[in-house]
Nanobody
Framework: QVHVVESGGGLVQAGGSLRLSCAGS????????IGWYRQPPEMQRELVAW???????TYVASVKGRFTISRDNAKNTVYLQMNSLKPEDTAVYSC????????????WGQGTQVTVSS
């Protein structure tokens, strides 16, 4: 059973930066692909970046070049460094492990709120 705690969100001006953390518990966490998802107000949740257990990172077009996902398996933690933030990045950010069928492995937590002001 994996449990995670997301942190690092906040209010930032456009062009600013934030680093989010996803701290996982359970021995399986370090062997799983972990993704960062975001849900803007009144919109569907979307996967924006993911990293394999070996450290290979993938991004969606809207964040590529601005966001960097990384992991420290010794600390069971996955990070999302967000630079050049835009108002459209405003969302609740959560981490989870995507399955091949498009679902996720564990129940969503509270996530961490990121608000970017213009």
């Amino acid at each position: 059973q994996v449990h995670v705690v997301e942190s690092g969100g906040g209010l930032v001006q456009a062009g600013g930066s934030l680093r989010l953390s996803c701290a996982g518990s359970g021995s399986a966490f370090s062997s799983m692909t972990i993704g960062w998802y975001r849900q803007p107000p009144e919109m569907q949740r979307e996967l924006v970046a993911w990293v394999t257990s070996g450290g290979t990172a993938t991004y969606v077009a809207s964040v590529k070049g601005r966001f960097t996902i990384s992991r420290d398996n010794a600390k069971n933690t996955v990070y999302l460094q967000m630079n050049s933030l835009k108002p459209e990045d405003t969302a609740v950010y959560s981490c989870n492990s995507p399955t091949s069928s498009g679902f996720v492995y564990w129940t969503w937590g509270q996530g961490t709120q990121v608000t970017v002001s213009s």
